[in-house]
């Protein structure tokens, strides 16, 4: 009786066992499909499957990467974190634009003050080169009457006529300047309502 039971419990241990063992199937180099027991440990870092003894798929284990490629998925994590972070500035830059700007006259309204001030300060550089031109002109003249009467023409009035002629370039260059800036806020104005008509869907 007891050699009975001791049997019996062995079968039932052997019977576990094999039910818990499981089945491995892999792939080699020339494309094979293989069934085992145990995967052998050279290939431990390819691309497997285990599965149950019935058969079914339990895990399926990836090949390892190398570690280029392991950089490289870091690489394309770093960049996905990178524009998750763009998207979020850009949603939070867009409500704020809205808020700052609920129409699009708003917009507008508030280039037009802008553009006021550089018109203003476009005008004032205008006056100064008007300014700059009759003085130049002027000291121009008195250095051509002392030449038609015989004089020589004073360095101190040389050096007028150059400071003149110079400031009248940076003036100009400053003209041109502000005429950019000008354009600037015209291509920043039409850039501004595009982004409103798409943020609020009435384009």
Known sequence: MKNLVLTILLMASLSTWAVAQDVYKWVDENGEVHYSQTLPPERASDAHDRLTRDGLLAERVDRVKTADELAE????REEQREQAEQERIQAQQDR???????TEEDVR????????????????????????RSRFVATVRQAAELE???EPVPEYLVERIDEARAGI???NRRLDEIDQRLESLDQELASELARHRRLTDSG
């Open 148 to 150: 038609r009467s015989g």
């Open 73 to 76: 998925l870091e690489s394309q």
């Open 109 to 132: 309204r508030t280039i037009a003050t802008r553009r006021e001030t550089v018109m203003s300060e476009r005008s004032s550089v205008e006056s100064l080169i008007d300014q700059s």
């Open 96 to 102: 704020l634009f809205l808020a700052a700007y609920p």
């Open 169 to 171: 370039r940076e003036l």
